[in-house]
Every structure is written in structure tokens, then in C-alpha cells.
């Protein structure tokens, strides 16, 4: 009576599966499908959500949406950033943290050359030439990896991730407050990256079966997990973040939480995966002003 | 060394709106470390803040304050220029004090 019951729950169990196995091979496994034409510019959103028109000067939000849920999304939370929100918070201690571990590391001048510094000098840095194909490296990188190698070139371990690294990435990052995004990806490593990255943005996987784009494309104005998606575009221009769980994100673990919360297998802060999406959505912010530290929830 | 505070102080209207960032572990003493021992307790214990010499605020803080707590509060009776002073003590005796100008 019991093997029997075991049985029967085996078949119904096994049943389900094949009918899940059915549904998954009516699509393609890892299927790549493109939802619109992305444009290599934070303009592009005025054909995708539309809502550009509302975050596109973070000074001027209209503050009564800043205070209603229903309208929060649309202005793509650019109200948590320090140009819009004085406000105080942990990416203000990072900052600090990173000022004071840069300064050791650059002690000789070495540091801020390594990283592509002219003359020390960090203005435009971060909005100019990251990400970039490093010639040291032989790959495309993002600011947060040439810190682990240029800290590591100095025997100082600064894993890309860490709260070390993307606090140095903060404080790098603020000279460029107020500078639009301006990363080439019309030609060259960059190009290949950023189409690399686009496909990989809508290749679903893992186990809910999703790509970023089915979330952050096809869902973007609905409730998920207790927030709203928001637009991919103008994002990449406010990281790294202070996330008011507490924590300190670089972008590629914002990928990897990502992954890990669609059931994906996450993957390390740094891989050639997360930066060639990193270059996609960076790309996606050209032309709009960097501003750190922010917060997000 | 305790680390600095952060404060920023800004007239907005007739009054200042002040925000003080601690940077402060804020251990409640429950907690245990990954080899099952007790993490001792660490947290401030009060805040105080002065303006121009004259006392406007004063917290007691406790261990269901988060760690590197913000503090914020409008006072009015200040005015641009005038120095905020915010001092805390915490639990093992250390203190910290910061000062910064209202805006």
C-alpha cells in the first residue's frame, strides 16, 4: 500500500516534469530574443518606457511623485541620488573609506597612473573611459576589476566586490559627479562587448527561465518582490550604490543578486560575462551624469 | 580611534535641517561570532549636539539603534555660519567629536 502510494507520487511526479520539459522545449532553451532596438544612449528610453522625460533632470523631479509609490518607478529613482537627496548614508562613510585607502595606495603616483589617471588627475575618469579595453589585461574591464589589478601590481589584495574595492570605485567615481557617460561602442573591443552584452541580456537561464530582459524589458512598471522595475537606461551612471539593506554593491554583485534572486547561477564580480553586460548598460547611460554615492533600496 | 562623524547642517527656511552619520559597530552583545563566541557589546550610549554654544539636542541611544546610525532633527533659532558641535559616548567609555558650520 505504501510502495504503491510512493509509486503513484513517483508518476505524478515524474508526469509534471516531462509536461515542464514539454512547455521549456517549446522554446528554445537559452533562447535570444531581442525585445527592442537598443540605442547606445540614455535618449533611447524615449522609445522604450517613456520615462526619460521624468528623470532626465534629477534636480527638477517632480517631488510629489518623489513621495507617491504609484509614480516612484517612472522616475527611475534618480531621487536617491546626493544631487537630489542631501540626505546622509553609508555610501558617504565608502567614500571616505575609499579616500583614505586610495591614498595610501597611490602614495607614488603609481596607482592613478595604472588605473589611466593623467597626471594623477581623476576628473572624467570613470565617466570617460570605463569601461575600456585594457591593453594590461587584454580584455574589456570594468573601473572595479583595474582596481583589484593595479592594487594587486602593489601586492595589496582588493577583490573585485569587496567593500574595500567598490569603496575605492566611490570615491574614483565622484570626480566625475556631474559628467555625462561618454563610452564609445561604436567600434572596436567595446562594440563586441556591448553586442555580447545585449545578447547575453536577453539569453534566459536558470531556473525561473528569464533573461535580465524579461524583467527588466517586458516587466518594467510592475511589482516584483516588492519593488518596481524601473528602465535599464541612465542606470549604470549611479554605481557603485549603497543598498539601505546595508550594503555596498559594485554593479557586477547587483548582477550576480540579480541572477541568484531569478534562480540563475550567479557568477563571479569581474568575469568577462558581467563586464561585457556592464559595457551594454553603461552604454545605455551615455550621456547622462554620474552621481555617487547613492542609495538605493 | 572611532571614526569621524559626518554632519551636514543646512538652513532651509526659518530653520536648519542637521543630520549627523555615526560610524559605529552599535554591537547589541547577542550576537555571536562564526566560532559560537559572544561578540561583546559596543554601542553608543548618548548624542549630544550643540549650536552656537547652546545645547539642542541630546539622545539616548541604545542597542536597538542600527549600526553607523543617522541622526537627524530641524531646529529653529540658528542661523547660517553658526557651529554645530555633536558629541557621543559609548559603552566602553570612548567618545567622538565633530564639528561642522550650518550652510
New interface residues.
Given amino acids: 500500500m505504501r510502495l504503491a502510494l510512493l509509486i503513484s507520487l513517483a508518476a505524478v511526479t515524474a508526469g509534471a516534469g516531462t509536461a515542464l520539459a514539454q512547455q521549456r522545449n517549446a522554446q528554445p532553451y537559452r533562447e535570444h530574443v531581442p525585445y527592442i532596438d537598443w540605442k547606445p544612449d540614455v535618449t533611447g528610453d524615449i522609445q522604450h518606457t517613456g520615462t526619460y522625460q521624468y528623470w532626465k533632470d534629477r534636480k527638477a523631479l517632480n517631488p510629489d511623485w518623489v513621495a507617491s509609490k504609484e509614480h516612484q518607478w517612472q522616475l527611475n529613482w534618480k531621487f536617491m541620488d546626493p544631487s537630489y537627496d542631501?540626505?546622509?548614508?553609508?555610501g558617504?562613510?565608502a567614500r571616505?573609506r575609499g579616500a583614505a585607502l586610495y591614498k595610501k595606495l597611490d602614495a607614488g603616483g603609481a596607482f592613478a597612473a595604472c588605473l589611466g589617471a593623467r597626471n594623477g588627475d581623476l576628473k572624467g575618469l570613470r565617466a570617460n573611459h570605463y569601461p575600456q579595453y585594457s591593453t594590461a589585461l587584454g580584455r574589456v574591464v570594468g573601473l572595479e576589476e583595474m582596481i583589484e589589478h593595479c592594487a594587486a601590481r602593489q601586492n595589496v589584495t582588493l577583490e573585485n566586490g569587496s567593500y574595500d574595492n567598490s569603496a575605492i570605485s566611490v570615491y574614483v567615481t565622484e570626480f566625475s559627479n556631474g559628467m555625462p557617460i561618454n563610452i564609445d561602442v561604436s567600434k572596436g573591443p567595446l562594440k563586441d562587448a556591448f553586442e555580447r552584452g545585449r545578447e547575453r541580456f536577453h539569453l534566459r537561464n536558470g531556473a525561473t527561465h528569464f533573461a535580465c530582459a524579461t524583467c527588466h524589458v517586458t516587466l518594467v512598471g510592475r511589482s516584483l518582490r516588492g519593488q518596481v522595475l524601473t528602465t535599464p537606461y541612465g542606470d549604470a551612471a549611479h554605481w557603485p550604490t549603497y543598498r539601505t539593506k546595508?550594503e555596498l554593491q559594485s554593479l557586477h554583485v547587483r548582477f550576480a543578486e540579480c541572477n541568484r534572486n531569478a534562480g540563475a547561477q550567479p557568477l563571479r564580480p569581474g568575469s568577462p560575462v558581467y563586464s561585457d553586460i556592464e559595457v551594454f548598460l553603461t552604454a545605455l547611460s551615455n550621456g547622462y551624469p554620474v552621481d555617487v554615492p547613492s542609495a538605493r533600496d | 580611534m572611532a571614526?569621524?562623524m559626518?554632519i551636514?547642517a543646512?538652513m532651509n527656511g526659518d530653520a536648519a535641517q542637521i543630520?549627523?552619520?555615526a560610524?559605529h559597530p552599535m554591537e547589541t552583545g547577542l550576537r555571536k561570532d562564526g566560532a559560537g563566541k559572544p561578540i561583546p557589546a559596543h554601542y553608543v550610549q548618548t548624542l549630544t549636539v550643540d549650536v552656537a554654544g547652546k545645547r539642542v539636542a541630546r539622545y539616548e541611544v541604545g542597542t536597538s539603534v542600527?549600526?553607523?546610525p543617522?541622526f537627524?532633527f530641524r531646529v529653529r533659532g540658528v542661523k547660517a555660519g553658526d557651529k554645530v558641535v555633536a558629541s557621543w559616548v559609548d559603552n566602553k567609555g570612548d567618545t567622538r567629536t565633530d564639528e561642522a558650520v550650518i550652510e
Avoid: E, F, Q
Fill in positions: 542631501d540626505t546622509l548614508h553609508g558617504h562613510i571616505d546595508d | 571614526s569621524p559626518k551636514r543646512r543630520r549627523i552619520l560610524v542600527s549600526k553607523n543617522l537627524g
